[in-house]
């Protein structure tokens, strides 16, 4: 039962995306569909996060069936059977339809793991990306985007949204440690293989003019590095935000203090 011991003191990850394409059905597609108002075709996916080499699909370069045994996409309940289970590569579904809604994403992982499952959102986006969100130092919040027309929205290409994540297995069992090792990630490009954009996230403004290019997203090691930076900058901020509310509620009690001696002494 050696396989069975965790090695205390290990800590190892693998990089994943988890997200979604979206492209504007043509009228001839929406002629042959069962539903007439659907306007878009999707697929949302769990992949590795880097991109085989001359592909045109954002991630998926690593086959991740040797650690994850199934992804389970829970979607709107408007669609038929709308838990699907997918067991194996490609950990994806694809579906047409007219709105945007939040799609459950639940991941098992193999046996050998013996790791609890972990359950990610993810926000089904079909619209090209505008700011919706407030900018730093902006003194007003955003007017809400105008939806393009079907035919200007097929002139811009496909929608993407893709969220970069890193799965931690802290203290794995040997024989988990063992395969993990044994297939180790393909490492992310310093820089984009294919002079393709960096996808678009709502925590980098900047990278919103880049996506609008054109082009299919590719993660990066830099863009990786840039992400730790921010969060960095984040958890700074909140631990400021953490010792400002802890000064001011040391002060609070001091005074109480005072108010109930004060109260006491009067009685």
Known sequence: MADRVRVRGVTIHRPIIYGNTATVLTAAERETTHYPDHTHRWTVAVRSAPSAPDSDTVGGGDDLAYFIKRVTFKLHDTYPNPTRNIDKPPFEVSETGWGEFEIQIRITFVAESGEKAITLYHHLKLHPWSITFPLPNASAAPAEPEIPSPENAAKLGPVHSWQYDEIVFTDPFQNFLTLLT??????????????????????????????????????????????????????????????????????????????????????
């Open 182 to 267: 044994a297939h180790a990630p393909m490492p992310l490009p310093k820089t984009s293989v294919n002079k393709n954009p960096v996808p678009f996230h709502s925590s980098n403004p900047a990278s919103l003019e880049a996506s609008l290019k054109g082009g299919v997203p590719e993660f990066t090691s830099a863009m990786e590095k840039e992400e730790a930076d921010r969060l960095e900058e984040a958890k700074g901020k909140i631990i400021k935000e953490q010792e400002k509310f802890r000064s001011i509620l040391i002060e609070k009690e001091k005074e109480l203090e005072r108010l109930q001696k004060l109260l006491a002494s009067k009685e």
